[in-house]
């Protein structure tokens, strides 16, 4: 092995031509790229369910008296909760 092919093999780290490794890493890419595009077709299709389900709810509660009388309660009480549990908590 002359220098020229012994600097040319540390440049590329033993896998031979620049070419190859460039070829590996963009065989890479593929697998990570489909993988972020299921995850966000599953989020579309998971928030689009959330989204349908509570327009349904939303329908059927609206004509609800009862669901009027405890939704202010309901919503009280979650703010008082949520500003307690602000108060307490720690600052780092």
Do not use: I
């Not at 070829?23 to 369910?49: I, K, N, Q, Y």
């Not at 349908?52 to 919503?75: M, T």
């Amino acid at each position: 092995m002359t220098a020229t092919e012994a600097d040319r093999r540390s440049e590329t780290h033993g896998h031979g031509d620049v070419e190859s490794v460039a070829l590996g890493a963009a065989r890479g890419a593929w697998p990570a790229l489909l993988t972020g595009l299921f995850f966000v077709a599953l989020a579309v299709v998971s928030d689009s369910v959330w989204a349908l389900a509570a327009g349904g709810a939303s329908e059927r509660l609206r004509g609800s008296r009862r669901f009027l009388a405890v939704q202010r309660y309901v919503s009280g009480s979650v703010f008082v909760g949520l500003g307690a549990v602000t108060a307490l908590a720690k600052r780092y």
